[in-house]
C-alpha cells in the first residue's frame, strides 16, 4: 500500500515564526489530505489535495501537492498559540494511510 | 448523529479480560476505519470496511483483535484477554468513500491494568 513519510517529527517555534512539515512518498499519491490533532483531541480534517502541482491556502495555512505527487508540505506564517498540535499528511488509493505526524510547539 | 461516536469514552479493564469497543459512523458512511494511537505516537491503521466488500484486517496486531461491522453501520473493535501494551486511545472514523475526507470519533481510551 502507499507509504507516506512525514518530516520532521517534532518542531518547536516562537510564536510569529514560520513553520513547515513534509510529506513524501516513493510511490504517486493519487492525492494527499492533512488534518490536525489538537493536544488531547482527535485529527480534523483540513484539506485534500488531488492535482499536480495544486496549491490551496487557508488564512496563513498553505499546502502544497508536488509536480510529480510524490510529496506535500504544509506551511504556516506567523504561528500562533492556537495552531499547536500534531499534523498529519494521509493518502487514500483505497484506504486512508497516515504519515506519523510532526508535533508542533509554539513558546508565546 | 451528526459525527462519528463512540463508546465507551474510557475504559479501564484488567488484564486478560476481553473488552468491547464501540463506534457509529457517520450516517451513509460507507467506509469505516480503526486506529489506535499510544501516548504521543501516530495512528496506527487497525482495520478498514468499505461498503460489503471483504475488511481489510492487515493492521490488527495480533489474533487477540477482532472487529465486525453490521448492517454496514455501527462497528465493534473487540480485543481478547487484554494485555497492558493494549492500552491506548482507540479511535474510528467514517469516510463517505475511501477516498475522501474522514471524520473521526472522540476515542476510546484503554488502560489495563
Known amino acids: 500500500g502507499q507509504q507516506v513519510m512525514q518530516i520532521p517529527q517534532y518542531q518547536h517555534v516562537q510564536e510569529g515564526e514560520d513553520f513547515t512539515t513534509y510529506c513524501n512518498s516513493s510511490t504517486t499519491l493519487s492525492n494527499i489530505q492533512w488534518y490536525k490533532q489538537r493536544p488531547g483531541g482527535h485529527p480534523v480534517f483540513l484539506i485534500q489535495?488531488?492535482?499536480?502541482?495544486e496549491v490551496k491556502k487557508q488564512k496563513r495555512l498553505t499546502f502544497q501537492f508536488g509536480e510529480a505527487k510524490k510529496n506535500s508540505s504544509l506551511h504556516i506564517t506567523a504561528t500562533q498559540t492556537t495552531d499547536v498540535g500534531t499534523y498529519f499528511c494521509?493518502?487514500?488509493?483505497?484506504?486512508?494511510?497516515f504519515g506519523k505526524g510532526t508535533l508542533l510547539t509554539v513558546n508565546p | 448523529g451528526a459525527g462519528v461516536s463512540q463508546s465507551p469514552s474510557n475504559k479501564v479493564t484488567e488484564k486478560g479480560k476481553d473488552v468491547e469497543l464501540r463506534c457509529d459512523p457517520i450516517s451513509g458512511h460507507t467506509a469505516l476505519y480503526w486506529y489506535r494511537q499510544s501516548l504521543g505516537q501516530g495512528l496506527e491503521f487497525l482495520i478498514y470496511f468499505q461498503g460489503n466488500s471483504a475488511p481489510d484486517k492487515s493492521g490488527l496486531p495480533s489474533d487477540r483483535f477482532s472487529a465486525e461491522r453490521t448492517g454496514g453501520s455501527v462497528s465493534t473493535l473487540t480485543i481478547q484477554r487484554t494485555q497492558q501494551e493494549d492500552s491506548a486511545v482507540y479511535l474510528c472514523a467514517s469516510s463517505s468513500t475511501g477516498r475522501f475526507e474522514a471524520f473521526f470519533g472522540q476515542g476510546t481510551r484503554l488502560t489495563v491494568v
Open positions: 494521509a493518502s487514500s488509493n483505497y484506504k486512508l494511510t
Open positions: 489535495l488531488v492535482k499536480s502541482g
